[in-house]
Every structure is written in structure tokens, then in C-alpha cells.
């Protein structure tokens, strides 16, 4: 552990275990060994724009091609500047012009148990009926779109129409509020609103119509509002402003070619929640995203023509729009796409799908692995889960232990572990093991993926210059040059763009995550920024102190945050739930003295609180922001033995984040 007065990060995580792939793994894989991921890796750095260039022309279909390749007018980038090409296009027509019309796109089941096949064939029908209803409509190049709908095949299909005709959606999670639908349809000025009747959530309809209607009260610029019926029983229509999907697509040609994009196009807005709280529209553009989410598909994911893929978020997260949609699709990829709760009707629901589908490949999200674990193995054991080859994980930090659960439980450990690090921004995945290649780390990203340049700087203690941290010393994470699937900057707002990603490190994007490299240059994401907790001097990373909770065998989730105290200047302040235990005064002293046992003195909590639930944002994020507040504003330490209940105040103050 490296002792850091100079403001550089302590790392106290100190994972030994490491997990080379199978012989027989690595013989499958296009990337099979690390010799050949550190060749590719290396020329592609070398010549990052030939390589690019090469990728593109391999990788995409184009009306017309590309003149230069990037266009970088700091912190401005165009990528494959002069060519033509759409998205909707790579994910649909060049698959069934190969032939491949017949091949399974998705394999959907809504959540009261109710199944769909949709071959790509019937994806492009779908998709051009229901892009010519859109202009029929009025729908302009341009124009903004809304989407907020369950996660039923539809939602793929509108926005694979919006990228067919060259309209830019904004898809909105159908678990936000109406404030929340209502700030996202005003910022991006959207003329259209598409969303549903309801879905299906934890077996009850969710009335999704009733809060666009509430949200569009408020929303002027939208002009109308198309719905589709998935829960039936009818709903309120507003005369001239709603219309029924099937309405709008009665009568509609089967037939709508594509519009030739330029590669800068807009494709999509997504907002995603900042340090202030307001939500930016992280804006993305054609070309360069669809390359980008392509290849880290089949690079990460090892992925053959025969895999059953299940990326279990939604999308209305950046992982459904480039794992879901846009990079398996152009992949032309066979995925399960599941509507509902992983907890109904019971908690193996998951289990289920994977023996029903005989999936290959499962990407989840730690938050989903945690309470896994804590709804118990008789759940996964009644299943039989020998299809998956390959699992991935998203979102956060995976905690070491609940990394080996999911490693030896759900892969039966036989399967690498893809721990994918990348943000709403980045586009795609920038760090991940490539699973035929790259041994794993339980909790460490590893290596960059070819193109991405990682950097980690921290001011000089002694000139105050910016410099390139040493071995195991955490610092700020940047990346240096580039890249096709990077952000194009913040609808409507190039100054917030610029002071939040390109102001504190000149001449880089400056991620926002703190992390580490390890002696085999391996990376360690050490979580935000402003997660870091300053004690005595001591920089210690959150999730850090978590792993080391998460390790004891009674806990099932813990958050760190700091406090101010007067004389260590913070003091580590952590929130636990516990698995089946009392939460009593003799359990938090144990789980001190384990984490004195497993970090050492300096990490032990100064409080320790139960709790039945962390209060977490809609896509699992633990709220420390929120646990910071609580941290500092109560007093004493051995009086919560309760357990504190934080749902209502996620309900409160969850709308603005995400
Ligand atoms: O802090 C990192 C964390 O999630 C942030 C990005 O969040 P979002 O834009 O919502 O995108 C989530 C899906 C990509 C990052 O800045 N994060 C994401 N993946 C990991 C991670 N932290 C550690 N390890 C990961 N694998």
C-alpha cells in the first residue's frame, strides 16, 4: 500500500487470483492469446487513425465513402468526414441481403410469460412500416424524438425506424417520472413522443401512458404522441395529438429504403446524470458510433454466428442502445430480449431463460449479481446452465467476492468473466478483457481495447504540474486520443462539454473515474472522483472498503462514503445490508475487525450502518451522494442498530438521476 500525503490514491485492494482462459477457449476465440491482443493493440496505437480507416472501410456498409478520417478540432472530433452510410441499414438489410433473413434477431419474453421470434427479416418489415408511419406523421431528418416504452421488441424497432429515416430519438427508461420525461422532451425540444399503454413490471401493468400524459402536459414542443398497445384495456387518447401504432403503420408500405446519413449525423441523445444533477444529453453520431459498437461487440463478447446473447439491461441505458440494439445487431447477432423483474414470478427467472434459450453469453450488471447471491444458490441450482461459454459484467465495480460467485455459480467455472468498463459518454467499451486473450483479475477491467489510449495523472505534489502516476498509484483516468464512439459533446451546451471533459487535463478527455495499474499494467477502476474518502491523508477508493465488507460472509451489500471529522479530516462512513443476520452491535464489530483484517487499520469504518436497502439511482448505482449527506448529518455512531429504510427517500430524490 502506498502511503500518499502527496494527494496520490492508497490502494489497499490486494487481489492475488487470476484466471487465465481454457486452452480449448482461447483455440475458439478470433483473439486467442495475449501475444496476438498486444500485436493488434500495438499497431492500432501506432497508426490510430489508419487503423480506424481500415476498420471502417472492413466494418460498415457505405452509400458513399469516406474522404478523411478524423476531423479533431479540440475537443471537437469528426470521424469519417464526406461518407455516407446508415445505421439502420448495418443492423437490418445487410443481413438479409447475405441471406441471413431467416437468422433469429430476438428472442423476446415479456414478462407475463408471453413469447416472440423476430427473424431479421421481420425486423426490416417491422422497422420500415413503421419508419414510413413516422413520415407519415411529418417526421423530418433531425428531428427529435422521444421514446418512452418496456422493453418489447417495439422499442428496437422505433428506434431502428428513427435511425432509418434520420430522425435522432431520445430514448427515456420507462421507470422515470413525468418531471423527468417532461426536463428530457423541453431540452432536446422533441417534436414526437412514442411510448406504450403500459408494461409489465414485478406482474403488475405499468400505466407508461399515464405519465407521458402528464409529461407532455408540460411538454410544448411535442406535437403527437404515438402509442403502442402492449397491456390492452384501453387508455385516454387525446383527439389530434395521440395516435395507435397499429393505426399508424395500417395501410403503410412494407418498403422504405433507408436515408443516406452523413457519418456526423446525430443518431441519438441519451441524458445521463451529472455532478449537478441536471441530466446531460450525451449526443452521439452515426458513423463512428456504429463502428464503434460493432467491433467492441465481437471483440469483448469473442462473438461467433451461433451464440445466443442476453444483455440483460435496458434500453434505455447506454448498454441496451450498443449491446442491445446497435452492436449486436450489426452483428447480426441472436440475442433474448426479457421485458420484466429477474424476480418474477420467482427469483430463478433468469436462470430459467438462460436453460430455456440455451444462452451462450450473459452480460449483467453487478447489482443484479449481489442480489443473486443474497436471493440464494437453490434458485441456480435448479437450472441447468451448462450452455454459457461466456458472462460479462457492467456498471460499476464488481466486487472480488461476488465476482467468484458469479464465476464459479453461474459459469461453473468454465467461463471467462468480461469486466467491461466504459461510460454513457464513451460510447462503447474501452477497457475489458478480450476473454480468449486476456487472463482475469476478479475486479480489474485489464486492458484497453485496440484504439483506446489510457492515461492516469495526478497533480506533482511539489510543482503542481500534471503527471503520469506510477505502478499501483491511482490517479485520474484519461484517455489521450480520440475515439469513433466518443461523445460528440452535450445537446445544446458546448461549454459544459468542454469545462467537464477537457478542462482539468489539457488535451485529453478526462473520464471522471479515478483508477490504478497494476505491475501487469493492468487497470483498477478506484470509482469517481468525488468517491474518494481522505482519512489522516490517506486516499482510500470506496470500493475498496466495499470489497472488503462484501468479502465477510454476512454482508450482502455495502456502500462507503466519507464524513467530515474533525481530527482525520474524513472518516469512513459505511452502510451495510446484511444477508439474513442481526444487524446488532456485536455484527458491527466484527465487521470492523474483519476490515482492519483485510485492508489494515486505516480503512476500519468509524460507522457502521444497517440498512434494509441501499438507496440506489433506476440503473442500480448506489447513491453516494445522498449516503454523504446522511453521513454527515447525523450524529453519534452506535446508536442506529435499526435498520434504516432508505426506499422512500430513493423514491424522492431518484428522478433526477440516472
Ligand atoms: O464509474 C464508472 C462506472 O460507471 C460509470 C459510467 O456510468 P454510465 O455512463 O451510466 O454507463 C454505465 C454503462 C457503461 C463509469 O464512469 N463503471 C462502468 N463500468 C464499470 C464501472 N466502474 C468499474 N468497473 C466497471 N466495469
Not at 608 to 629: N, Q
Request: proline fraction near 5%; include cysteine.
Amino acid at each position: 500500500m502506498s502511503d500518499s500525503p502527496s494527494g496520490k490514491i492508497s490502494n489497499v485492494l490486494n487481489e492475488t487470483r487470476i484466471f487465465p482462459p481454457s486452452p480449448s477457449f482461447s483455440q475458439q476465440s478470433s483473439i486467442g492469446s495475449m501475444a496476438q491482443y498486444q500485436a493488434i493493440y500495438d499497431a492500432s496505437i501506432q497508426d490510430v487513425e489508419g487503423f480506424w480507416a481500415k476498420e471502417a472501410r472492413e466494418h460498415l456498409h457505405w452509400f458513399k465513402p469516406f474522404e478523411t478520417t478524423l476531423e479533431w478540432n479540440e475537443p471537437f472530433a469528426k470521424w469519417f468526414v464526406g461518407g455516407q452510410t446508415n445505421v439502420s441499414y448495418n443492423c437490418l438489410d445487410v443481413h438479409v441481403n447475405n441471406g441471413l433473413g431467416d437468422k433469429v434477431a430476438i428472442y423476446w419474453e415479456g414478462e407475463p410469460g408471453d413469447q416472440r421470434t423476430v427473424t431479421y427479416s421481420d425486423l426490416l418489415r417491422d422497422v420500415s412500416l413503421f419508419a414510413n408511419g413516422l413520415k407519415k406523421l411529418g417526421v423530418q431528418k433531425g428531428d427529435r424524438i422521444s421514446i418512452y416504452m418496456p422493453m418489447v421488441p417495439e422499442l428496437a424497432v422505433a428506434m431502428l425506424a428513427c435511425a432509418r429515416v434520420g430522425a435522432i430519438h431520445s430514448v427515456i427508461f420507462g421507470g422515470f417520472s413525468a418531471e423527468a420525461i417532461a426536463d428530457r422532451n423541453n431540452d432536446a425540444q422533441a417534436r414526437f413522443l412514442i411510448t406504450a399503454d403500459g408494461g409489465y413490471r414485478r406482474g403488475k401493468p405499468l400505466s407508461l401512458k399515464q405519465t407521458a400524459d402528464e409529461a407532455l402536459a408540460k411538454s410544448p414542443s411535442i406535437e403527437k404522441c404515438i402509442v403502442l398497445s402492449r397491456v390492452g384495456g384501453g387508455t385516454s387518447m387525446q383527439e389530434g395529438r395521440d395516435v395507435w401504432w397499429h393505426d399508424l403503420i395500417d395501410g403503410v408500405s412494407e418498403n422504405c429504403p433507408a436515408e443516406p446519413m452523413d457519418s456526423e449525423d446525430s443518431l441519438f441523445i441519451l441524458y445521463t446524470s451529472g455532478s449537478t444533477g441536471k441530466p446531460k444529453g450525451i449526443r452521439h453520431t452515426t458513423a463512428g458510433y456504429n463502428l464503434y459498437a460493432k467491433r467492441t461487440f465481437q471483440w469483448v463478447f469473442d462473438h461467433k454466428p451461433d451464440d445466443i446473447f442476453w444483455c440483460t439491461a435496458d434500453c434505455g441505458w447506454i448498454t441496451g442502445h450498443s449491446y442491445i440494439v446497435y452492436g449486436p445487431m450489426s452483428a447480426g447477432a441472436t440475442q433474448v430480449m426479457y421485458e420484466g423483474a429477474p424476480n418474477w414470478p420467482q427469483e430463478n427467472r433468469f436462470w430459467e431463460l438462460i436453460e430455456r434459450y440455451k444462452v451462450t453469453i450473459l452480460y449483467t450488471a453487478p447489482t443484479a449479481i449481489r442480489s443473486f447471491i443474497k436471493w440464494g444458490d437453490h434458485h441456480v441450482d435448479k437450472h441447468d446452465l451448462s450452455s454459457l461459454r461466456l458472462l460479462g459484467s457492467v456498471g460499476e465495480g464488481i466486487n472480488p467476492e461476488a465476482w467468484m460467485w458469479y464465476y464459479e455459480k453461474i459459469g461453473g467455472g468454465r467461463c471467462p468473466i468480461v469486466d467491461t468498463w466504459w461510460q454513457t459518454e464513451t460510447g462503447g467499451i474501452m477497457m475489458s478483457p478480450l476473454p480468449g486473450a486476456i487472463a482475469c483479475k476478479p475486479g480489474s477491467c485489464t486492458r484497453p481495447l485496440p484504439g483506446i489510449i489510457p492515461r492516469i495523472l495526478q497533480h506533482d505534489p511539489a510543482s503542481g504540474d500534471l503527471v503520469d502516476v506510477g505502478t499501483n498509484s491511482g490517479g485520474m483516468l484519461c484517455i489521450e486520443k480520440p475515439w469513433p464512439g466518443m461523445l460528440r459533446g452535450i445537446w445544446g451546451d458546448d461549454e459544459r462539454y468542454k469545462q467537464q471533459y477537457w478542462s482539468m487535463v489539457p488535451h485529453m478527455y478526462l473520464t471522471g473515474d479515478n483508477a490504478r495499474q497494476d505491475e501487469d499494467g493492468y487497470y483498477w477502476i478506484m470509482g469517481r472522483i468525488d468517491d474518494v474518502i481522505n482519512v489522516s491523508g490517506h486516499r482510500l477508493s470506496t470500493i475498496e472498503v466495499e470489497s472488503a465488507l462484501v468479502s465477510h460472509p454476512a454482508v450482502a451489500e455495502a456502500a462507503a462514503v466519507g464524513r467530515p471529522d474533525e481530527i482525520k479530516g474524513q472518516a469512513i462512513a459505511v452502510f451495510v445490508t446484511l444477508k439474513s443476520h442481526e444487524p446488532t452491535d456485536e455484527m458491527r464489530e466484527i465487521l470492523k475487525k474483519h476490515v482492519r483484517k483485510e485492508i489494515g487499520a486505516l480503512a476500519v469504518p468509524d460507522d457502521v450502518r444497517f440498512t434494509s436497502a441501499l438507496p440506489k439511482t433506476r440503473s442500480g448505482k448506489i447513491m453516494r451522494r445522498l449516503l454523504r449527506d446522511i453521513a454527515a448529518g447525523k450524529e453519534g455512531t452506535g446508536d442506529t442498530s435499526t435498520l434504516e429504510d432508505f426506499t422512500v427517500l430513493v423514491r424522492l430524490r431518484n428522478d433526477d438521476e440516472s
